[in-house]
């Protein structure tokens, strides 16, 4: 979907696209009831007319008889066509409800890895939201409109057909009233706009706050936290406030222009009919039409109103649609196919955009089966370097190339799902723990599930829950500790059995005991499978074929972890230093212990 350029119009378009044919069913159904709405008055007009010129009752019945036969076929006609319209907008609208929330999550879900670490993920949902509810407003409204406004056409036109002054009179009003309303539409509009972003950036800073409700409590920041979001509620207030009093002008004026036009209508209808110039029934139908017509203009601009404020918000939320995908697949990209599993980096340049340049000219070749560790501290590039393989991030310059396929050249779908990437920061669905693991393999079936979570030594604590794998682990996994999130992550993983593994930190969250379990799992995962491994804990590095020592994006020591104590340098210091099992976080950490460190010979 390209939208680079997509207008709102154009949005509902295509949406609605697949669904024409309740369109013209609505259309048409909306048609014959403005007709039959405008006739009504008319045949009572005849009905009145004819019952005042007889003068007996059997005269009488015989003279209305046909228009009395009329008058109801009208209304049968008139509530067929109502019951036609509910049927048509039954099928049409739950249809469109559907399309477009599926466009929008669809594409949402295509925006890169660093669009969703600047926006709050409850205001991108919210947007969502605010389109789904904004096209279905839009669209019944709109209808609605369309309806009352063919009424008043047809209604015009039988008026021009009964009696030109009231039609000259009712239209000069019509075109006043729209003209004026539309003149506060237009301010309205803008602020509906204002209100509806304010009220999308209130729901993410509501939902970030409760997110981390657990920070808010530990560091005792509630009433903090509180002004923090009534700063926001007091933004959306000062907007609604604004928008309202606009609305409450635009209503007075509607007042006082629909006493006018009523007014005059019955006093020239008063003065026609003192002259013999009208009937009674001239008399009934003007006022029934007027009267019918004031209350559909009345509606038409309450409507015009709701309308305003649903474009508003469906136009903050196309910002998602407005926004183009920042990683795209080519589109003659083709499915990235992995018989050996070789990762190589030629001549990559990459860096973010407020920062220096993280790789310059990057050279670098795993071989198939390899299993790689990567050592450094934070911010030397450990993570940037297997985001760049996973394509999380584009690289500006060079290329890098999985069993010699340029990973740009194959779809991004093909390329992770040969990788199986085991994340520092393990998040779960709010699903049960069997729907989680089986996130690694959808066609896995029960006893698969439990075989590898007995393999990364899951099974013991999720057989003592109350409901064992149906057991819903909460928003993000809230409801697992650490090391439990952590070893479902690692069952998920050996479930997906990809030919290259990623694991960044995959051991930080277990014991010791734990985590012998696990590195003996991991053993069996990574038997014939590219690795790589991140690693704080230099001791989960000892199986390693090959060790890579970041620094500031470069790598400065590539070896073997035997190799590297040998040569006695940057590895080796921090071999030596590592206290607790772990390297220290930050450089000014691990400087004081390196000066106090031998000095590789």
């Not at 696209?17 to 039959?36: E, M, R, V």
């Not at 740009?408 to 989680?436: C, G, W, Y």
Request: aromatic content about 10%.
């Amino acid at each position: 979907m390209n939208t680079s350029k997509i207008s709102l119009t154009k949005h509902i378009l295509n949406v609605i696209g697949p669904y024409k044919i309740w369109l013209l069913i609505l259309a048409s159904a909306g048609l014959i009831s403005a007709l039959f709405n405008t006739f009504i008055p008319y045949v009572l007009k005849l009905i009145i007319d004819h019952a005042n010129v007889a003068r007996i009752n059997k005269e009488l019945i015989k003279n209305i008889k046909p228009y009395l036969f009329i008058y109801i076929a009208l209304w049968i006609g008139l509530c067929t066509s109502m019951r036609l319209i509910d049927w048509a907008k039954m099928n049409f609208l739950p249809n469109v409800r559907e399309n477009v929330i599926t466009r929008m999550f669809n594409y949402l879900s295509l925006h890169s890895h660093q669009y969703f670490q600047n926006n709050f993920a409850g205001s991108l949902i919210n947007k969502v939201n605010d389109m789904q509810r904004g096209v279905i407003g839009v669209l019944s409204i709109g209808y609605e409109l369309y309806v009352q406004l063919l009424i008043i056409m047809i209604a015009i036109i039988t008026m021009l057909y009964a009696h030109t002054i009231f039609a000259v009179i009712l239209l000069s009003w019509i075109v006043s009233f729209l003209f004026i309303t539309i003149l506060f539409l237009k301010p309205i509009q803008k602020l509906s706009h204002a209100l509806s972003e304010s009220i999308t950036t209130l729901v993410g800073k509501k939902v970030d706050s409760i997110s981390n409700i657990i920070n808010v409590r530990l560091f005792g920041r509630h009433k903090d936290e509180n002004n923090y979001i009534l700063q926001s509620i007091r933004d959306s207030v000062t907007k609604e406030r604004s928008m309202q009093a606009k609305i409450i002008k635009m209503r007075l004026f509607w007042d006082l222009s629909i006493l006018i036009f009523a007014s005059l209508n019955i006093y020239i209808l008063l003065l026609m009919y003192s002259k013999s110039l009208v009937t009674i029934g001239d008399f009934v139908f003007v006022m029934t039409l007027s009267i019918s017509i004031l209350w559909n203009l009345w509606f038409i601009a309450g409507q015009f109103v709701i309308f305003s404020e649903q474009i508003g918000n469906c136009k903050q939320a196309l910002s998602v649609l407005a926004k183009p995908h920042d990683i795209v697949d080519k589109k003659d990209a083709k499915s990235l196919i992995v018989t050996s599993g070789k990762i190589e980096f030629s001549e990559v340049t990459f860096h973010f955009n407020e920062g220096n340049y993280l790789f310059k000219n990057k050279n670098i070749t795993i071989s198939p089966g390899q299993k790689v560790g990567i050592v450094g501290l934070s911010g030397s590039g450990k993570s940037t370097f297997v985001n760049l393989i996973l394509r999380l991030f584009d690289i500006e310059a060079g290329a890098i190339k999985i069993d010699e396929q340029n990973i740009k050249d194959v779809t991004q779908q093909s390329l992770r799902e040969q990788i199986a990437f085991i994340p520092q920061e393990v998040t779960l669905f709010h699903r049960t723990l069997m729907e989680n693991i089986r996130f690694g393999n959808i066609n896995a079936n029960d006893e698969e599930v439990i075989a590898v979570s007995k393999k990364t030594h899951c099974h013991e604590f999720i057989s003592q829950l109350k409901d064992g794998y149906q057991s819903v682990a909460g928003e993000r996994g809230i409801k697992l500790s650490g090391g439990q999130r952590q070893r479902i992550a690692i069952a998920r993983a050996m479930l997906k059995n990809a030919p290259i593994l990623i694991l960044d930190e995959a051991t930080s969250a277990l014991d010791s005991l734990t985590e012998q379990y696990i590195q003996e799992a991991l053993g069996k995962v990574m038997h014939d499978k590219t690795t790589i491994v991140i690693a704080h804990r230099l001791s989960t590095l000892l199986k390693m074929d090959r060790i890579l020592v970041f620094d500031k994006g470069k790598i400065i020591e590539d070896d073997s972890h035997e190799a590297l104590l040998r040569f006695g340098g940057h590895y080796a210091r921090l071999w030596q230093m590592q206290a607790g099992g772990f390297l220290p976080k930050f450089a000014s950490d691990c400087n004081y212990h390196l000066q106090t460190l031998p000095k590789p010979i």
